[in-house]
């Protein structure tokens, strides 16, 4: 089929079309010429598409639409998604690798050192001074050094004694027990057990409930505490009047230096008797016997 096409309006040479340009086609439908007339708008629209009419996006892309929209990113937040910083991305790229406990990290003693808490290194032998032995269900032990004897000593009413004890081997006790060798009518104590800080008796991990010590012979807190090997504990007794006890031989327990050139048995401390303080301050050097605290291994 011929078309011939009749331009009613050209536009200059070198000219660009116009959206307002007019042109007229004829077109031969077989009998004859049908007229029509274009305008150069529509010829620009068939050639570049009809321009953009819409667009949609998905997050964290925007767009405002229309036949010029603008698409638009925001930065990246807690709770939005979003393009990220060169500081945000070098900060990420120079993060730790995933801990995986075994694959690694190593654990010590099993344990291993992912999550929260205090993780204690066991040792054993010499990371210990008392109990070198491992301790046997029911024979009971004593925080001494030597195998030298026991003697009788009296307390002092109010008086709080700490002495360190430092297992060689874990274990866990099922009571702690002393010996009154000379009662005092009405006469009261307390076994308990302190944690170490710095080489100082610091929080009360344990406190029995009160022994009456107004007879003679074994008075027992039962408690299931575990010791841990190479840990200090200060194992303390606290007396509400002067009676006496059994006492551990000086030469026997393990003495340290507090100060100057003497050697100290323990440390000593005044408080009413009754509940201990949870932390203990202010105490004093002592080189005397004190009320010897047994422990019986569960």
């Excluded at 504990?233 to 031989?249: D, E, K």
């Excluded at 230096?257 to 201990?276: N, Q, V």
Aim: with cysteine; net charge negative; glycine share 12%.
């Amino acid at each position: 089929m011929a078309t011939s096409i009749k331009i009613s309006q050209l536009p200059e040479k070198g000219a660009n079309l116009e959206a307002t340009d007019l042109l007229e086609v004829s077109e031969f439908n077989g009998t004859g010429y049908v007229s029509k007339s274009i305008t150069g708008q529509e010829i620009i629209d068939s050639v570049t598409g009809g321009g953009v009419t819409n667009i949609t996006t998905n997050a964290p892309l925007s767009t405002t639409g229309g036949t010029t929209p603008d698409l638009s990113i925001s930065e990246a937040d807690a709770s939005t998604d979003g393009f990220i910083t060169a500081v945000d991305w070098n900060t990420f790229n120079e993060k730790q690798d995933e801990l995986v406990s075994g694959t690694n990290i190593k654990t010590i003693n099993g344990s291993s050192v992912l999550g929260s808490g205090d993780l204690v290194v066991s040792g054993g032998g010499a990371s210990g001074i008392h109990a070198l032995v491992k301790p046997r269900t029911g024979q009971a032990i004593a925080p001494i050094i030597g195998g030298g004897g026991l003697s009788t000593g009296f307390a002092t009413a109010n008086r709080l004694t700490a002495q360190p004890f430092i297992p060689a081997n874990t274990f866990t006790c099922s009571n702690l027990f002393l010996n009154v060798s000379n009662f005092g009518t009405g006469a009261l104590a307390r076994i308990l057990i302190y944690s170490d800080l710095n080489g100082l008796p610091n929080t009360k991990l344990y406190e029995s409930a009160n022994l009456d010590c107004g007879t003679n012979g074994i008075k027992t807190a039962t408690t299931s505490f575990t010791f841990t090997a190479g840990v200090t504990y200060w194992i303390c007794t606290h007396a509400s009047l002067g009676n006496g006890f059994t006492t551990f031989t000086i030469s026997n327990i393990l003495g340290f230096l507090a100060g100057g050139l003497s050697i100290t048995s323990s440390y000593i401390y005044t408080y009413t008797f009754g509940s201990a303080p949870t932390t203990l301050s202010g105490q004093s050097n002592s080189t005397s016997t004190f009320p010897a605290v047994f422990i019986t291994p569960a």
